[in-house]
């Protein structure tokens, strides 16, 4: 294939990807999107001007805040749609020839201002990476027993705040809570001073269940629509302070960040590769068929306030254990409900070696192995106007599916 739209080779946004966001244009109008290369492609124009006519659908859904309606259609429609955009962007295509629906619908991505692609009603994060539970066993338990009894059994999870999720680019407020230092007897109260990134990807479901209903491993993936990245900010004094005995609360409850282009699982269908070995064997409704595992590179740059990028780290989605049919099937099993919308962060990424580590957590051995960024100065923990930029893509045979970036500005706390 190939688009009429030129694009570089090495752009995310190829042909075969064909994402979907939400977009505020010039005019202040709001609507659903595609992308290739650089161009973001108005979808309700296109529907307007009847490229989507074949669908027989009553109103053009892609006038809206969110793709929650479009996705809602479910894959027996969604498929279909994003192939026939895809034949529409390639050369020889009856858009490609007309030039008044281009000028009305096709815009520079400099011109708009991407949005929240969904509305989330429920968030629920996982703790999938072996590598990444095992360093941080070893550090806070015991390094020669380091996950715990249960880890190996079930994709562990936890409920999330979805109010706080936002687009790449809003600036987070370092937070304020209690935390508990090591050579202290009671707690203090005031700013994190351990702060930090989580790399993840997140999945968005498109379809509603009821209560009671389960999700059986082998139909999860007809209820994933697509995945972003998702920074999951994390304040690591707050979190060891608060986490025992219910877990996550203010360490993590005020922001994470996610990817504004949504890419979806059919784009990332080429990619597909063998996970993890999973020992001891899993139970029935967590034992799945094929590949169920995705060869994506991640990375992530820090950059100071008026600094150069930093690489400091390469990661890559195909090091997950629990991979997300799984995850699905056991947020299910016992009848828990979807809605459309619904995010399902991976949990911290990271592989074997120390450069695919995917928190400054690990990266830093908790504090105790300073980064050195270009500048000279060093990094623990995140610093005050620190921006954290998270990149992905996938390649293969000459396809490249990529995410784009979503980047986040650590700002001073709020008094």
């Given amino acids: 294939m190939k688009s009429f739209i030129p694009y570089d080779s090495d752009s995310d946004f190829?042909?075969?990807?064909?994402?979907f966001g939400v977009a505020v244009f010039e005019d202040d109008t709001i609507g659903c999107?595609?992308?290739?290369?650089?161009?973001?492609?108005?979808?309700?124009?296109?529907?307007?001007?009847?490229?989507?006519?074949?669908?027989?659908?009553?109103?053009?859904?892609?006038?809206?805040?969110?793709?929650?309606?479009?996705?809602?259609?479910?894959?027996?429609?969604?498929?279909?749609?994003?192939?026939?955009?895809?034949s529409l962007l390639t050369e020889g295509s009856e858009l490609s020839k007309d030039e008044e629906t281009q000028k009305e619908a096709f815009h520079h991505i400099?011109?708009?201002?991407?949005?929240?692609?969904?509305?989330?009603?429920?968030?629920?994060?996982?703790?999938?990476?072996?590598?990444h539970a095992t360093n941080v066993g070893k550090m806070f338990r015991d390094p020669n027993n380091a996950l715990l009894p249960n880890w190996r059994h079930i994709p562990v999870g936890y409920h999330g705040r979805a109010?706080?999720?936002?687009?790449?680019?809003?600036?987070i407020y370092r937070p304020i809570g209690q935390s508990k230092p090591k050579d202290?007897?009671?707690?203090?109260?005031?700013?994190?001073?351990?702060?930090?990134?989580?790399?993840?990807?997140?999945f968005i479901t498109n379809s509603f269940t009821v209560m009671g209903e389960r999700v059986?491993?082998?139909?999860?993936?007809?209820?994933?629509?697509?995945?972003?990245l998702f920074n999951d900010w994390s304040a690591r004094d707050i979190q060891s302070w608060e986490y025992v005995p219910l877990g996550p609360f203010l360490g993590k409850n005020f922001g994470s960040s996610i990817s504004p282009w949504v890419v979806t699982l059919e784009a990332l269908d080429p990619f597909r590769t063998e996970g993890p070995e999973q020992d001891p064997p899993v139970f029935p409704y967590?034992?799945?068929?094929?590949?169920?595992?995705?060869?994506?590179?991640?990375?992530?740059?820090?950059?100071?306030?008026?600094?150069?990028?930093?690489?400091?780290?390469?990661?890559?989605?195909?090091?997950?254990?629990?991979?997300?049919?799984?995850?699905?099937?056991?947020?299910?099993?016992?009848?828990?409900?979807?809605?459309?919308?619904?995010?399902?962060?991976?949990?911290?990424?990271?592989?074997?070696?120390?450069?695919?580590?995917?928190?400054?957590?690990?990266?830093?051995?908790?504090?105790t192995k300073p980064l050195k960024l270009k500048d000279g100065?060093?990094?623990?923990?995140?610093?005050?106007?620190?921006?954290?930029?998270?990149?992905?893509?996938?390649?293969?045979?000459?396809?490249?599916?990529?995410?784009?970036?979503?980047?986040?500005?650590?700002?001073?706390?709020?008094?």
């Fill in 110 to 131: 400099s011109k708009v201002s991407m949005q929240m692609p969904v509305h989330v009603p429920n968030y629920t994060d996982f703790y999938s990476s072996i590598e």
């Fill in 33 to 86: 999107v595609s992308r290739i290369g650089d161009t973001v492609i108005d979808l309700t124009v296109l529907f307007e001007n009847g490229y989507f006519n074949q669908f027989e659908l009553e109103e053009n859904i892609f006038n809206a805040f969110t793709l929650n309606e479009f996705i809602e259609l479910g894959k027996s429609v969604t498929v279909p749609m994003r192939e026939h955009l895809q």
């Fill in 14 to 19: 190829s042909i075969y990807n064909i994402p």
């Fill in 216 to 228: 059986p491993v082998d139909q999860a993936e007809d209820h994933i629509f697509g995945l972003v």
């Fill in 184 to 202: 202290s007897v009671t707690p203090e109260f005031g700013p994190s001073k351990r702060m930090d990134f989580e790399l993840e990807v997140a």
């Fill in 377 to 415: 100065s060093e990094r623990k923990f995140i610093e005050d106007n620190d921006t954290v930029i998270m990149r992905g893509w996938a390649e293969r045979e000459g396809k490249r599916v990529g995410f784009g970036e979503v980047t986040g500005k650590l700002l001073p706390a709020k008094f």
């Fill in 163 to 171: 109010s706080s999720i936002v687009i790449s680019g809003t600036p």
């Fill in 286 to 367: 967590l034992n799945f068929n094929g590949k169920k595992n995705f060869d994506v590179n991640l990375q992530v740059y820090l950059q100071p306030e008026n600094g150069e990028e930093n690489l400091i780290c390469n990661s890559n989605f195909k090091y997950m254990y629990w991979n997300m049919a799984q995850q699905l099937a056991h947020h299910t099993v016992n009848g828990c409900n979807l809605e459309v919308g619904d995010m399902y962060a991976s949990g911290t990424i990271s592989g074997k070696s120390e450069d695919s580590f995917g928190s400054m957590l690990e990266l830093s051995w908790s504090g």
